[in-house]
């Protein structure tokens, strides 16, 4: 009995736990909706500038490529990327691109009543311990501003809103700009709608490919892909899986492997 009485505190901690994840997302982006609202408040500009080092928001860049993009050496995240500069500061990305998006993509599950799984946005993982069970939450967060720029990461913490801000920060340090076009016989527009080739690539068991789609057909995939895709700036392409693609972590992964692969063609593309 005292075995029992034990299982089902575990297992009412447990759904607790995931149930708090809920609250942690909309803090976070509630976060994220004021810190917006104060950058687009306009400061008064002092008349005296004092010497000293240059500030942004707060913001004073702590490397070489931080303080380049203050002196104007670099106006753009995609000349940034194309130099092979390594971010080290997530506040880079944050200054060059002000219109950056971000979604979290719910890889983890709790046990629903009745059967089945609840998605959640933390996976939650447990480890035994002499004093009991040790808890310990991962976050899988895209960003993108749906114009080129995508950027990923997963990051674990104590609790639900440190994983997620930590995965947003090392996902700005991990951005890449893509390579869009219309690579369909059916269109030939010429525009950056869709992927200029197809692409493949794999991560774990599952394998994902992006193909070309003309206008008007839109992204052609499941949700969590559809997330990435979009943030992206890819509005229309087909998509297509193999593998075990209920393992939310590697099938994101594949995608965003598969769009990498779109900037290993050099030089730029030629329009007939």
């Known amino acids: 009995m005292a075995s029992e009485e034990k299982l089902e505190k575990e297992v009412l901690l447990e759904e607790e736990i995931a149930a708090d994840s809920v609250e942690a997302v909309q803090e976070v982006a509630e976060a994220v909706q004021e810190k917006k609202a104060e950058e687009a408040t306009p400061k008064e500009t002092p008349k005296e500038v004092k010497k000293g080092p240059q500030k942004t928001g ?148 599952v394998t994902f490919s992006l193909l070309p789609a003309p206008k008007g057909v839109g992204v052609v995939a499941d949700a969590e892909s559809r997330k990435i895709l979009k943030l992206a700036g890819l509005k229309d392409v087909w998509a297509k899986t193999h593998g075990q693609t209920g393992t939310r972590i590697n099938l994101v992964f594949a995608v965003f492997k598969a769009l990498h692969v779109l900037n290993q063609v050099k030089g730029e593309l030629i329009k007939l």
């Open 58 to 205: 707060g913001w004073i860049p702590k490397t070489k490529l931080g303080r380049d993009i203050l002196n104007g050496k670099y106006t753009s995240l995609d000349e940034v990327i194309s130099a092979g500069e390594l971010i080290l500061e997530p506040e880079i990305v944050d200054y060059l691109v002000p219109n950056l998006k971000q979604e979290i993509i719910y890889v983890g599950g709790s046990p629903g009543k009745g059967g089945g799984t609840k998605r959640t946005a933390t996976r939650i993982t447990t480890r035994m311990h002499k004093s009991g069970r040790r808890y310990s939450m991962s976050s899988l967060v895209a960003i993108g501003n749906e114009n080129g720029i995508i950027g990923m990461a997963k990051e674990s913490g104590t609790d639900h809103r440190a994983a997620i801000e930590k995965a947003v920060k090392q996902a700005k340090l991990n951005v890449i700009s893509i390579k869009r076009g219309c690579g369909s016989w059916e269109c030939g527009c010429k525009t950056n709608h869709s992927i200029p080739f197809k692409v493949e690539a794999k991560h774990g068991s």
